[in-house]
């Protein structure tokens, strides 16, 4: 039976800890010789409306490292949805490659890839959520912690899709999460409700706050990203002068538990949602977290498309 990579929630606890063992796996398998070609002969189409180096680098290294390849699907070539409907595009591409990874706008053009595809489909961003991305962060904290128990991950910032997918892996792996937004910036009711219930029975605490000072009381993890994505650029005005307060800088850090780390997803528009000196300081793991995309996708990749 196909399976896909959507959203986190279409997976239980032992799944998505069963990708971060394997990502955990090949990570060392890589540094200790090289991955095995597992995906030899195996192609991945990577549908881009959105450009990113994380999720580009990724895959395409990813792919190689287990033995296939990775072709690069500009927004031009395609125009998934107005050239060409995403079914057509699915079902071409699903006669031609092993898998489908889409870096899109709109959640519902992931979804509609899935349901045409005969392939595996991959979310590599959408405006609803980043599984790819959240999955890369937990390897990178339970390499800092050990486990996830106990941890508070305070998210500082705009309720996207981001930290929609944060939410939905801290309550399903039970970790305490923590957002500041402010007003007019919250997550969509329907991901909130969503998450509640399923924090209702893995004790997972998530808690809502305004003001960014007392979400980073407790916290373990500090999370922040830009304050405009790709598409909100009419808003960047009215953004950039509502968000200042929710700055990470390394006030916001020292009131944190002290051996609290920062992450962000990058890229990170520095001296604007994030200093240079919190960046670039000790408690910092923006790059090992970027790294972690590599092993990330693997582990993705190898659970989708190996035989």
Known sequence: MKKDFIDITDFSKEELLGFLDLATELKKEHFAGGNQPVLKGKNLAMIFQKPSLRTRVSFEVAMRHLGGDALYLSPNEIGLGQRESVADVARVLSGMVEGIMARVFGHELVVGLAEWASVPVINGLSDASHPAQILADFMTIKEKFGSFDGLNLA???????????????????????????????????????????????TG??????????????????IYTDTWVSMGQEEEAAKRKAVFPPYQVNEKLVSEAQPDAIVLHCLPAYRGIEITDEVCDGPQSWMFPQAHNRLHAQKAILYTLMKD
């Open 155 to 201: 998210y500082i910032g705009d309720g996207n899709n981001v930290s929609v997918s944060l939410m939905q892996m801290s309550a399903i792996l039970g970790t305490n999460f923590i957002i500041a937004s402010p007003e007019g910036y919250d997550m969509e009711d329907r991901f909130v409700n969503e998450s509640k219930a399923i924090a209702e029975k």
């Open 204 to 221: 997972s605490k998530l808690s809502f706050f305004r003001d960014p000072h007392e979400a980073v009381k407790e916290a373990t993890v």
